[in-house]
């Protein structure tokens, strides 16, 4: 499955933006979907997921109360919310996808499959 993100951009501290996945792929509702994010110098850490249905939705402890998955499967589209941003979630972020079970509640990305471009996310203080 091909992946598009966007809506990154540049915000101070305490801002908002929501990125967007989009899916190319007719079977977009059989696929759970991550966000991951990637700082200069740092490894690839995971973000949030969310079931096939969205039924199901799991957080970093570092966003969570402040970031919030969603997915609309008519559109195929996941959504990544992001409010409160401080300076420490500045990073690329990427959304992936996988449609076999993830089971490792670790969510590393390697478990994930399909991956997207990237979309840079700058938060200033």
């Known amino acids: 499955v091909q992946l598009q993100a966007s809506g990154g951009g540049s915000v101070q501290a305490g801002g908002s933006l929501r990125l967007s996945c989009a899916a190319s792929?007719?079977?977009?509702?059989?696929?759970?979907m991550g966000w991951f994010r990637q700082a200069p110098g740092k490894e690839r850490e995971f973000v949030a997921a969310?079931?096939?249905?969205?039924?199901?939705?799991y957080y970093a402890d570092s966003v969570k109360g402040r970031f919030t998955v969603s997915r609309d499967n008519a559109r195929n589209t996941v959504y990544l919310q992001m409010n409160s941003l401080k300076p420490e979630d500045t990073a690329v972020y990427y959304c992936?996808?996988?449609?076999?079970?993830?089971?490792?509640?670790?969510?590393?990305?390697?478990?994930?499959?399909?991956w997207g471009q990237g979309t840079q996310v700058t938060v200033s203080s």
């Open positions: 992936a996808a996988e449609w076999r079970p993830v089971y490792d509640r670790r969510w590393p990305p390697a478990d994930f499959g399909s």
């Open positions: 792929t007719r079977t977009f509702s059989s696929y759970h």
């Open positions: 969310i079931s096939w249905s969205g039924g199901a939705t």
